[in-house]
């Protein structure tokens, strides 16, 4: 009790009041409740509290969670309570060294949380077994699936004893999950909290339908005029997180970016700093979205509209966290209406799509554009002129373009047939078609000549030394 009074905690929340009793008599539970309602603290108290009652042995409770955030966030909870009730706990997820995780397992860790392949890592080379397991808790179950964790749970699940107790909590049920827990749990309890298809009321969901090159513009006019307090951006690629950032950064906003070419340490400074208030703005992908735990986040972007309906709501599940309010903001450019459509599908409702009626900001839209440029971009002027006018592709850029994949594939299926080298086509001899939507190179691997065009043969020489 003395811990809960440290955290503030007075009532249980809804999904804490249906669990506990379940967990604390020992069944078996599926617990679908949305990100934010109190899920750790559901699975925590009950099984710790039991845990310390009996012989305290090694490797009683595990948790599988999908990423390392989540990792951390979940074993800080377990550690708060743990010290109280003398069990010790650890974190195990990869991006770390393994030998400070191997130190902590050989002095005895009651409870451990792990990310599937580390786990995995560690099983394998014998430094820890579950011959004392009491608890298996599965949380974000749906998530796991959806990173293609699998066979890796199938192959934990393997090395567990039969006899256990076995919890899973989910924000999204599917047939996938149904599936899971159907060879997992023994004649489980169920617990629904809320509509979880659906994002929880306190969050104000609207739509802006923008091209693709103003993105950034009205970014930066809705952070000018609806000055956030905190907000969570998110992009679909690593490269646009980056960039998106810079962006942001040279406005002189405060950012950090978080995806996963950062190193743990880089990330959790990211995360660190967002949740102290250092930085107002934090940017990140999917990767990343289940393992923020902050409170308090006024607004999420959907820089990009994620390309499933069950992402979407795992997104937005950021603000609006136990009944506070929160604003979700998802731009919606023309080629992404099928997604909406899914999304909407999804949730059981249609979107508001709104009108911005502010200016954009100037400026950004150069930026972004620098992300789409091939070797077939027009000039900037002709660009900034396309920009003021339809929104529709250039005929010009869609002839060219047209032309170049014509001659790329020309004469493929003609034997014998000498190809002469094309120097100026997007793909040459060297594999290289120049950059992605993204930024990033399409390549076959080779490395691109200089200015485009394939080198020439050079001739062999040979040295002819002549004794005098």
């Known amino acids: 009790m003395d811990v809960l009074k440290t955290l503030g905690i007075k ?35 009950p ?26 966030q979940v074993h800080a909870v377990i550690r ?65 699936l959806d990173m293609g964790f699998l066979p890796d749970i199938k192959r934990i699940l393997s ?3 039969k006899k256990r107790q076995t919890l899973m909590f989910s924000a999204t049920f599917d047939d996938d999950v149904t599936k899971l827990a159907r060879e997992m749990l023994d004649n489980p309890k169920r617990v629904t909290v809320g509509m ?43 490269h646009r997180a980056d960039r998106v950032g810079k962006m942001l950064r040279n406005t002189q906003y405060s950012v950090s970016v978080i995806h996963g070419n950062r190193t743990q340490s880089q990330r959790q400074i990211a995360l660190d700093g967002f949740k102290s208030g250092k930085y107002q703005i934090l940017v990140a992908t999917d990767v990343a979205a289940r393992g923020i735990d902050v409170d308090n986040i006024s607004h999420v972007i959907n820089f990009d509209i994620p390309d499933a309906a069950d992402a979407y709501i795992h997104r937005i599940g950021r603000t609006g966290r136990a009944q506070a309010t929160g604003d979700a ?42 992300e789409r440029s091939s070797r077939f971009s027009r000039p900037a002027s002709s660009s900034r002129q396309s920009h003021s006018g339809s929104s529709r592709p250039s005929s010009e ?52 000549p200089p200015n485009g065009r394939p080198r020439r043969p050079q001739k062999s020489r040979r040295r002819v030394m002549v004794k005098g």
């Open 196 to 238: 979880t298809t659906r994002p929880v009321d306190t969050v104000k969901q609207v739509t802006y339908a923008v091209r693709q090159e103003d993105k950034t513009g009205l970014l930066l006019s809705i952070f000018k005029h609806e000055k956030p307090a905190s907000a969570l951006i998110f992009t679909r690629t690593k």
């Open 11 to 45: 009532t249980p929340m809804p999904v804490q009041a249906q669990a506990i009793p379940i967990v604390a008599e020992g069944h078996d539970l599926i617990a679908t409740a949305q990100t934010g309602t109190g899920k750790t603290l559901g699975f925590a108290l």
């Open 80 to 144: 708060d309570f743990g010290q109280a009730l003398k069990i010790r706990s650890t974190a195990i997820y990869g991006g770390v060294g393994m030998n400070p995780q191997i130190d902590a397992l050989r002095r005895g860790c009651g409870v451990i949380v792990a990310t599937p392949g580390r786990l995995l890592d560690h099983l394998q080379q014998g430094t820890l077994d579950f011959k004392n397991l009491k608890v298996l808790v599965l949380d974000e179950a749906d998530r796991m």
């Open 159 to 161: 090395q567990l004893p």
């Open 397 to 448: 850029f869609a002839s060219r373009s047209g032309e170049s994949s014509a001659r790329r594939f020309q004469g493929h299926g003609a034997p014998g047939r000498k190809k002469k080298a094309q120097p100026h086509s997007s793909s040459n001899r060297f594999g290289y078609r120049g950059k992605s939507e993204d930024g990033e190179k399409r390549s076959s691997g080779a490395v691109p």
């Open 47 to 72: 099984s710790l509290s039991k845990l310390c009652k009996g012989k305290q042995e090694k490797n009683m409770m595990l948790v599988l969670v999908p990423t390392r955030e989540l990792a951390v």
């Open 329 to 370: 903001i998802t731009f919606v450019t023309p080629e992404d209406r099928s997604l909406l459509r899914d999304i909407e599908k999804k949730i059981g409702k249609a979107l508001p799509k709104v009108a911005w009626d502010q200016p954009l900001e100037k400026g950004a839209e150069v930026q972004f554009r620098e």
